[in-house]
């Protein structure tokens, strides 16, 4: 039942910016920890960001310190992924995820982002 879908993904330049959204429905939003996980191609799922329930905290890889930020929206059950001064090697499918208890057991589809000239 639960669905979270990713949107806002696209070809970007170096050095650009891009806001993703991820939507999420089939349980609490408000009461979820969110995350967001990238996958470059051929490699592995990286963890990038985390946020809290209520959007007051909020916890970045070294990897995404700096040029990426995470926000919710509680009343529109969405999550949002800006990053600017985006390099080549962002280019990944992003994903949101969810669980409880410290598990990311709940995935969307992801949204590709494409940085390149």
């Known amino acids: 039942q639960v669905q979270l879908v990713e949107s806002g993904g696209g070809l970007v330049q170096p050095g650009g910016s891009l806001t993703l959204s991820c939507v999420a429905s089939?349980?609490?939003?408000?009461?979820?920890?969110m995350y967001w996980v990238r996958q470059a191609p051929g490699k592995g799922l990286e963890w990038l960001l985390a946020?809290?329930?209520?959007?007051?905290?909020?916890y970045y890889a070294d990897s995404a310190k700096d040029r990426f930020s995470v926000s919710r929206d509680n009343g529109q059950n969405t999550v949002f992924l800006s990053g600017n001064s985006l390099k080549a090697e962002d280019t990944a499918l992003y994903y949101c995820a969810t669980g409880e208890d410290g598990a990311l057991s709940d995935w969307g589809q992801g949204t590709q982002v494409t940085v390149s000239s």
């Open positions: 089939g349980f609490t939003f408000s009461s979820r920890w």
């Open positions: 946020i809290n329930t209520d959007g007051g905290s909020t």
